[in-house]
DNA sequence: AACAGGGTCAACCGCTGTTGC
DNA sequence: GGCAACAGCGGTTGACCCTGT
């Protein structure tokens, strides 16, 4: 492995290619074949390095390039993709005909990274955003288990936050129930009343602008379950995942997830109950994409079984009905994307 | 009309992997 | 095995465009 000498300076053009650029590249290339980039600019006539030929030709001018948005197959490919290469562009990149790892990257940055983030999906693992609903729990019992409270302590309750992305979460979150805090640190003017411990706060329930999050996303379900799933994604359930990752933590269940666990029974195509066999650990996993875009016109899903009769067509679509899916009854004031 | 702020995406940069001598 | 050239990858940048004020 060799150091990589740096294009010379002196003499090469850097920025957006013009016309002209392009034609004498092009035309050299048709005439010669790629390869052998370092030489190529200096025989085609272009002052550009070897390296920003190449990158012009295969993000570019590759005349099997596609161009154009980026299809529901082909976002839904990248999801998947992505959660079991990660930022491995270039291998997402060769199961998409046409499109640049280039193109692919940025893509995911633009739109669908953002989109998981509003869903309270973390974009890295593919799994819901725990930290939040973690932060939740502990608010929500907190806020309600005591009528002051000390912010410090009961950020306390959740270990360090080094994220101050959190921090924020939470004061707003206080702010936003009625609470605020006080010059010397103290949580004031409680205004819930919940009868029951576990019981979500009114307000949230009846509040309708809630982040929703999307748990079903590598949720895993055996292959066996799915296909006793119905098609009605509103009658799909994470409960058991959850309560196995949990549970499996040695954590006891938060309220929040006991309170949406309840509401969100998964039940087969006769309106049962799903079993509580599905557990993060022992099934495959099952992709939320799928259940986000697939058209009913796409012939070549990769795991046809996951797809569903959805047909949405434009981004507010795509979060529309993501949005509707699962409502997990985390506040806005916890919606990540409002903060950053 | 002018400006600011945010989003998008082509292009660049720095690094690593591969190949050939 | 060591070295150099080359190719490729992923992260980052910055110009451009659009929208809101």
């Given at each position: 492995m060799g150091k990589s000498p740096c294009c010379e300076k002196n003499?090469?053009?850097k920025g957006p290619w013009t016309e002209e650029e392009d034609k004498k590249l092009i035309n050299y290339i048709q005439k010669h074949g790629h390869g052998r980039w370092r030489l190529l600019p200096k025989n085609a006539g272009l002052k550009r390095c070897g390296k920003s030929c190449r990158l012009r030709w295969t993000n570019y001018l590759r005349p099997d390039i596609k161009r154009g948005k980026l299809s529901f197959e082909e976002e839904e490919t990248i999801i998947q993709l992505h959660s079991v290469l990660g930022n491995k562009w270039s291998a997402i990149a060769?199961?998409?005909?046409?499109r640049t790892d280039n193109e692919i990257k940025n893509y995911w940055n633009t739109h669908i990274k953002k989109r998981l983030l509003r869903m309270g999906i973390d974009p890295v693992t593919h799994k819901p955003r725990l930290d939040?609903?973690?932060?939740y729990s502990v608010l929500n019992s907190t806020v309600h288990n005591s009528s002051q409270l000390n912010i410090s302590s009961f950020l306390?309750?959740?270990?360090?936050i080094s994220n101050p992305d959190l921090l924020n979460l939470a004061t707003s979150y206080l702010s936003c129930q009625g609470n605020y805090i006080s010059q010397d640190g103290q949580v004031e003017n409680n205004q819930f009343q919940c009868s029951q411990p576990n019981e979500l706060p009114n307000q949230i329930q009846a509040c309708?602008?809630?982040l929703n999050a999307q748990f079903l996303y590598e949720t895993q379900i055996s292959d066996a379950n799915l296909?006793?799933?119905s098609c009605n994604p509103t009658s799909f359930s994470c409960q058991n995942s959850l309560h196995s990752s949990w549970h499996t933590n040695g954590e006891s269940t938060p309220d929040i997830c006991e309170s949406f666990m309840s509401n969100y029974v998964y039940h087969d195509s006769n309106n049962k109950p799903i079993a509580n066999d599905i557990s993060f650990e022992t099934l495959p996993s099952l992709s939320f994409s799928s259940f986000l875009s697939t058209p009913s016109s796409s012939t070549t899903p990769l795991r046809s079984s996951s797809t569903t009769c959805v047909n949405v067509s434009t981004e507010d679509e795509k979060d529309s009905y993501c949005?509707?899916?699962l409502v997990f009854g985390i506040p806005s004031s916890l919606d990540p994307s409002r903060h950053i």
């Amino acid at each position: 492995m060799g150091k990589s000498p740096c294009c010379e300076k002196n003499g090469v053009k850097k920025g957006p290619w013009t016309e002209e650029e392009d034609k004498k590249l092009i035309n050299y290339i048709q005439k010669h074949g790629h390869g052998r980039w370092r030489l190529l600019p200096k025989n085609a006539g272009l002052k550009r390095c070897g390296k920003s030929c190449r990158l012009r030709w295969t993000n570019y001018l590759r005349p099997d390039i596609k161009r154009g948005k980026l299809s529901f197959e082909e976002e839904e490919t990248i999801i998947q993709l992505h959660s079991v290469l990660g930022n491995k562009w270039s291998a997402i990149a060769t199961r998409l005909p046409g499109r640049t790892d280039n193109e692919i990257k940025n893509y995911w940055n633009t739109h669908i990274k953002k989109r998981l983030l509003r869903m309270g999906i973390d974009p890295v693992t593919h799994k819901p955003r725990l930290d939040l609903l973690q932060l939740y729990s502990v608010l929500n019992s907190t806020v309600h288990n005591s009528s002051q409270l000390n912010i410090s302590s009961f950020l306390g309750n959740i270990g360090p936050i080094s994220n101050p992305d959190l921090l924020n979460l939470a004061t707003s979150y206080l702010s936003c129930q009625g609470n605020y805090i006080s010059q010397d640190g103290q949580v004031e003017n409680n205004q819930f009343q919940c009868s029951q411990p576990n019981e979500l706060p009114n307000q949230i329930q009846a509040c309708p602008d809630t982040l929703n999050a999307q748990f079903l996303y590598e949720t895993q379900i055996s292959d066996a379950n799915l296909e006793q799933l119905s098609c009605n994604p509103t009658s799909f359930s994470c409960q058991n995942s959850l309560h196995s990752s949990w549970h499996t933590n040695g954590e006891s269940t938060p309220d929040i997830c006991e309170s949406f666990m309840s509401n969100y029974v998964y039940h087969d195509s006769n309106n049962k109950p799903i079993a509580n066999d599905i557990s993060f650990e022992t099934l495959p996993s099952l992709s939320f994409s799928s259940f986000l875009s697939t058209p009913s016109s796409s012939t070549t899903p990769l795991r046809s079984s996951s797809t569903t009769c959805v047909n949405v067509s434009t981004e507010d679509e795509k979060d529309s009905y993501c949005s509707n899916m699962l409502v997990f009854g985390i506040p806005s004031s916890l919606d990540p994307s409002r903060h950053i």
